[in-house]
């Protein structure tokens, strides 16, 4: 993230960010089916990014190299996808 931490560790330890925990409890059971309410409402999430801006995002990709990704290096690749589709009007 740009703030230089990871989301996860201010959710599981939001004290350590001057936060509350509010977590609610939710069944496993009661994910699983809004989950499968939103696939039957918007179909599989594999389908939710179009294949134009898809080959977009890889074309992009390739033009910085593709580079491994990592914890350390995300936002900076995040940052020149972003760069790059837009200078080269990809999306």
């Given amino acids: ?4 931490h990871v989301p996860m560790n201010a959710f599981q ?4 960010f001057f936060g509350t ?3 609610i409890p939710v ?4 994910v ?3 989950r499968a309410l939103v696939v039957e409402e ?4 594999e389908d939710w990014i179009g294949v134009d801006f ?12 593709s580079p491994v ?8 690749i995040f940052t020149a996808l972003s760069n790059v589709i837009h200078t080269h009007g990809l999306a």
């Fill in 69 to 76: 990704i990592t914890l350390e290096n995300a936002w900076e």
């Fill in 13 to 16: 330890n939001p004290a350590e």
């Fill in 32 to 34: 699983q089916e809004m």
């Fill in 42 to 45: 918007t179909g599989p999430r």
């Fill in 27 to 30: 069944p496993l059971e009661a």
């Fill in 21 to 23: 925990q509010c977590k």
């Fill in 54 to 65: 898809r080959k977009s995002v890889d074309d992009a990709y390739s033009q910085l190299g």
């Fill in 1 to 4: 993230m740009p703030s230089g």
